[in-house]
């Protein structure tokens, strides 16, 4: 137990290390930057405000959207990897802190975006193949619904499960709390599905 204790008090720092760098490497506002590189102006006076991708694509400018996607998907994935030679659990800091500070980055009051990209970017340094079936189970349910937030509500539960099936126990506590957060950042999608106002992908919602 002592012998336990001890190792734990010599990994934190890193760990700690790992979460802050992930977290400085999440907030970075990429859809922002983006967009001002386009010169589409402000990100957060634009369609819902929101700084990830999907509001991006509300511009008219598909290449900034994709951009906006690819980065925001990096993101979540650099640090994982990047820590991974620190150790699994120092690779998971750093994918937490990478989606905590693309969600609430503090250069904008706490007010990022809604996690999903970076989400799915953290999922594939963790485990590409359970990575590949939570973008299959996105898919599916987006298909069926019709609904992109749905997409990611179901895309983001899965994460657990996939990784209990493949033996991944170690990353199961990590992907329950980014579902957990997933969710959380869509509390008004949630709402609006509950009382059929979810717009249908390809139809657009009004701020």
């Known amino acids: 137990m002592l012998h336990d204790i001890m190792a734990i008090e010599r990994a934190l720092p890193w ?3 790992a979460l802050a760098a992930g977290y ?3 907030s970075v506002p990429s859809g922002i930057l983006v967009a001002r590189l386009f010169g589409l102006g402000d990100l957060r006076q634009i369609g819902s405000g929101n700084i990830g991708a999907t509001n991006v694509l509300r511009t008219g ?6 951009l906006t996607l690819l980065f925001d998907f990096l993101k979540g994935a650099i ?3 990047l ?3 620190w150790g699994d659990l120092a690779g998971q800091a750093g994918g937490l802190g990478a989606f905590l500070g693309h969600c609430f980055p503090v250069w904008l009051k706490f007010k990022g975006g ?3 990209a970076t989400y799915l970017g953290v999922m594939l340094g963790v485990h590409p193949l359970s990575w590949a079936l939570i973008c299959l189970t996105w898919l599916a349910a987006a ?3 019709r609904m992109s937030s749905a997409g990611a509500l179901a895309a983001s539960l899965s994460g657990p499960v996939w990784l209990i099936l493949f033996d991944r126990w170690e990353a199961v506590l990590l992907a329950i709390i980014l579902a957990a957060l997933v969710w959380l950042r869509h509390q008004a999608n949630i709402r609006r599905i509950l009382t059929g106002e979810e717009p249908k992908i390809g139809q657009t919602r009004q701020p």
């Open 114 to 116: 809604k996690g999903v």
């Open 79 to 81: 640090p994982v990897w």
């Open 143 to 145: 298909v069926l619904t």
């Open 15 to 17: 760990l700690l290390g």
């Open 24 to 26: 400085l490497i999440g």
């Open 83 to 85: 820590f991974l030679n």
């Open 61 to 66: 400018n598909k290449l900034a959207a994709f």
